[in-house]
């Protein structure tokens, strides 16, 4: 039996597949299974599938559509591995990727852990900064990565986590909501299980998006982180309502500069800030203007999402308020 099960839910994604596959191929460490759990798509990958089965062990199985959190979830009732894997499929993985996770987890055991993302040199202008935006300390992003000071205690997310048998046995499986991978962490952490970042094992997260599907996807995260708050109550903390506040303070701002045209300064010196560290982390300053656009979604599109899922949820009672969003944001992906 394989010690690890590599379980990637598809939704009409065969291209991304064959890349994410291909990079499987060149892994050092090879004691996996891979099992594409295909959700009812109408653009299938199952002749992707066919191609990498002489060069992995790679299952395929097909089901009727009903979302990411059980299609996960299937694929860990067919796995047969002792170590439950989890990539979103525009994802490509670097070659010592397990190398890495098995002499971690051999070394210092944990129950389930997480790693970071990151752009590789191969990824468009526009990918790379949505990259930046999602994962730098100065849109909070970092946090997911443990980048800068700790805000908060690591979350491992689905487009790079894992996760024993044992603790899917215990716990249970993903929830069908947004943000259901933080849900489960939390609840695997709430059980006793341990964690731990392994900042080392990233993978390259392509996210092929265009600025508007960017949006709608962040909008989401910041109602999901609502949704969260009223499962886990002390999950919230004051790094996720930053978002929300600097876009209260930008409108605030706004109205203040034609009395006060020296406020102006404040934000100037912030998008100034994204671009000098866009543009020198990845030495191209197109990237640093682009970083400054996709900032500006990642935190207005959250900090308005978290307003006004916390109006409606929280201050109003409202329930389900995200669900028209989330099938918007599932229907144009």
Same mark, same amino acid.
């Given at each position: 039996?394989?010690?690890?099960?590599?379980?990637?839910?598809?939704?009409?994604?065969?291209?991304?597949?064959?890349?994410?596959?291909?990079?499987?191929?060149?892994?050092?460490?090879?004691?996996?299974?891979?099992?594409?759990?295909?959700?009812?798509?109408?653009?299938?990958?199952?002749?992707?599938?066919?191609?990498?089965?002489?060069?992995?062990?790679?299952?395929?199985?097909?089901?009727?559509?009903?979302?990411?959190?059980?299609?996960?979830?299937?694929?860990?009732?067919?796995?047969?591995?002792?170590?439950?894997?989890? =990539?979103?499929?525009?994802?490509?993985?670097?070659?010592?990727?397990?190398?890495?996770?098995?002499?971690?987890?051999?070394?210092?055991?944990?129950?389930?852990?997480?790693?970071?993302?990151?752009?590789?040199?191969?990824?468009?202008?526009?990918?790379?900064?949505?990259?930046?935006?999602?994962?730098?300390? =100065?849109?909070?992003?970092?946090?997911?990565?443990?980048?800068?000071?700790?805000?908060?205690?690591?979350?491992?997310?689905?487009?790079?986590?894992?996760?024993?048998?044992?603790?899917?046995?215990?716990?249970?499986?993903?929830?069908?909501?947004?943000?259901?991978?933080?849900?489960?962490?939390?609840?695997?952490?709430?059980?006793?299980?341990?964690?731990?970042?392994?900042?080392?094992?990233?993978?390259?997260?392509?996210?092929?998006?265009?600025?508007?599907?960017?949006?709608?996807?962040?909008?989401?995260?910041?109602?999901?982180?609502?949704?969260?708050?009223?499962?886990?109550?002390?999950?919230?903390?004051?790094?996720?309502?930053?978002?929300?506040?600097?876009?209260?303070?930008?409108?605030?701002?706004?109205?203040?500069?034609?009395?006060?045209?020296?406020?102006?300064?404040?934000?100037?010196?912030?998008?100034?800030?994204? =671009?000098?560290?866009?543009?020198?982390?990845?030495?191209?300053?197109?990237?640093?203007?682009?970083?400054?656009?996709?900032?500006?979604?990642?935190?207005?599109?959250?900090?308005?999402?978290?307003?006004?899922?916390?109006?409606?949820?929280?201050?109003?009672?409202?329930?389900?308020?995200?669900?028209?969003?989330?099938?918007?944001?599932?229907?144009?992906?």
């Amino acid at each position: 039996m394989p010690y690890f099960s590599i379980i990637i839910p598809v939704y009409n994604r065969p291209g991304e597949v064959d890349e994410l596959l291909e990079s499987l191929t060149l892994q050092t460490h090879t004691d996996f299974e891979v099992l594409l759990i295909e959700d009812g798509s109408t653009i299938k990958c199952d002749l992707i599938a066919q191609k990498y089965h002489n060069k992995l062990n790679v299952r395929y199985f097909f089901k009727e559509n009903s979302g990411r959190s059980e299609t996960r979830n299937y694929g860990m009732n067919k796995a047969k591995g002792e170590y439950f894997v989890f =990539f979103d499929s525009d994802c490509v993985i670097p070659p010592t990727y397990f190398e890495k996770i098995k002499n971690k987890l051999t070394n210092n055991f944990t129950d389930s852990y997480g790693g970071p993302d990151k752009a590789d040199t191969s990824f468009t202008n526009l990918q790379k900064a949505i990259s930046f935006s999602m994962t730098s300390f =100065f849109t909070t992003g970092g946090i997911r990565g443990s980048k800068g000071p700790k805000m908060e205690e690591f979350v491992p997310r689905t487009f790079n986590m894992g996760f024993s048998k044992e603790v899917y046995q215990t716990v249970g499986g993903f929830k069908d909501m947004f943000g259901e991978d933080i849900d489960l962490s939390l609840r695997i952490r709430k059980n006793g299980y341990t964690n731990q970042l392994i900042s080392d094992a990233y993978v390259y997260h392509k996210r092929r998006v265009n600025l508007r599907s960017f949006y709608r996807q962040v909008h989401v995260f910041g109602m999901a982180r609502i949704s969260l708050y009223l499962l886990h109550p002390s999950s919230l903390k004051l790094v996720h309502t930053l978002p929300a506040l600097f876009t209260i303070g930008s409108i605030i701002m706004l109205l203040l500069i034609p009395f006060y045209p020296w406020i102006s300064f404040f934000l100037l010196a912030y998008f100034l800030l994204i =671009f000098v560290a866009s543009a020198l982390e990845y030495n191209n300053l197109s990237i640093g203007f682009l970083s400054i656009i996709t900032s500006s979604i990642q935190l207005y599109g959250y900090g308005w999402g978290f307003i006004k899922s916390y109006f409606k949820k929280v201050l109003l009672g409202k329930k389900n308020t995200e669900i028209k969003e989330l099938d918007k944001y599932y229907n144009k992906k």
